[in-house]
């Protein structure tokens, strides 16, 4: 990684504090692989992070990510194109690198010119070299100092790294103590998440020798997120967040409600799980033939049980049960530990604007040698 401050200068596009003036760009090994203006990463979050979404990050200035995982390939082909209609500025795609369509989905976001492949699994090495040889930047997120030197050694350009205060599947370790091992075991630009929402963190975590911060929550409770406002509410109410293994059995780090705690309580979970599976199939399309297929790949890849696989069909009907439908009551919301610290919906600009302002602020307060 390099070393020494990041490199500021002035700019008059992009994300703007409430003084109508555009902070200072912050140069990063980030800004400079994927164009953007400011380190700032939106991630990409099922049934959250949509063409609106992603197009408001990144208008401001930041890389927005549209979180495909959950999206048929056609409604996939559409968020990217009504991104482009919004803004010329780059943007990501998030796809699982395991799904059955992964290689013509991979297709799609090179033909319509996607700068940035997000994904939250590994991607296979053949996926790694044509994207690489598209010029497409591929970006996996890793949650162990193992998986990241893995996914360096295989070409990826840029890892995202979260902490266990992160929201959704998470770990045990820390964002303090797993950003700095990733940082000195690889040499690619390391992009840290879990546990920031603010200008502090980004210049914390530019001390680490991170090139930028990505954040899922904070934009989550944002104008621009297509949340429904009542679930905003819940999360604006909220200061506590639970990890659980009941929604599709590994740890999920989610909002501790009512809903949750019967889980926690269930022991009918794996007949929900297979209800939701039948519901999932209708809605994705998929056969019960490339659900079984998929099953087998994510034990193997992951060495979960059989009980396991058939819970994770309960995550993408649960999370759309509340992100969608509007029912926090029927499902979970992922939430990494920093809810407790958000009270405003700012829009991703004003955001971003002021994410940049408090880093200058707190840059220009540091002693200087």
């Known amino acids: ?66 979180a495909a995982a959950t999206m048929t390939v056609e409604q996939m082909t559409g968020a990217i194109r009504a991104v482009k209609e919004r803004t010329d500025a780059p943007f990501g795609v998030n796809i699982r690198s395991d799904a059955d369509d992964a290689r013509e989905r991979i297709d799609v976001m090179i033909r319509e010119g996607v700068r940035v492949a997000s994904f939250a699994l590994a991607p296979k090495q053949e996926l790694i070299a044509r994207l690489k040889d598209a010029g497409v930047v591929t970006v996996p997120s890793v949650g162990a100092r193992r998986h990241a030197e893995k996914v360096a050694a295989w070409g990826v350009d840029a890892v995202i790294v979260q902490g266990g205060e992160g929201g959704g599947h998470t770990g045990a370790v820390p964002t303090t103590v797993l950003l700095p091992q990733v940082v000195d075991a690889v040499d690619i630009p390391v992009i840290a998440a879990g546990g920031f929402f603010d200008g502090r963190g980004l210049v914390a975590a530019l001390s680490y020798g991170a090139c930028g911060i990505a954040m899922g929550t904070r934009f989550l409770l944002t104008s621009d997120s297509t949340v429904g406002d009542q679930v905003k509410e819940v999360y604006l109410g909220m200061s506590e967040t639970v990890v659980t293994t009941r929604v599709d059995g590994v740890p999920h780090r989610v909002l501790r409600t009512p809903f949750v705690d019967s889980l926690e309580r269930s022991r009918m979970r794996l007949l929900r ?62 939430s990494g530990q920093v809810v407790g610290l958000i009270d405003d919906l700012p829009s991703c600009a004003e955001l971003i604007g002021r994410i940049m302002s408090e880093a200058h602020a707190v840059l220009d307060r540091l002693p200087r040698p």
């Open 1 to 66: 990684m390099t070393s020494g401050p990041p490199a500021a200068s002035s700019g008059a596009a992009g994300a703007s504090d409430p003084s109508g003036i555009a902070p200072p760009t912050l140069a990063t090994r980030l800004t400079e692989l994927v164009g953007c203006r400011y380190p700032v990463v939106q991630t990409g979050m099922g049934y959250v992070a949509g063409a609106r979404l992603a197009a408001a990050t990144s208008g401001a200035g930041g890389l927005g990510i549209i």
């Open 273 to 334: 799980a297979v209800a939701n599976g039948a519901r999932f199939r209708r809605l994705s399309g998929m056969s019960w033939a490339g659900m079984i297929r998929e099953g087998r790949r994510m034990r193997h890849g992951r060495d979960l049980t059989w009980a396991q696989v058939l819970q994770a069909a309960n995550t993408p009907m649960l999370l759309r049960a509340a992100m969608v439908d509007g029912r926090a009551d029927l499902g979970v919301m992922a």
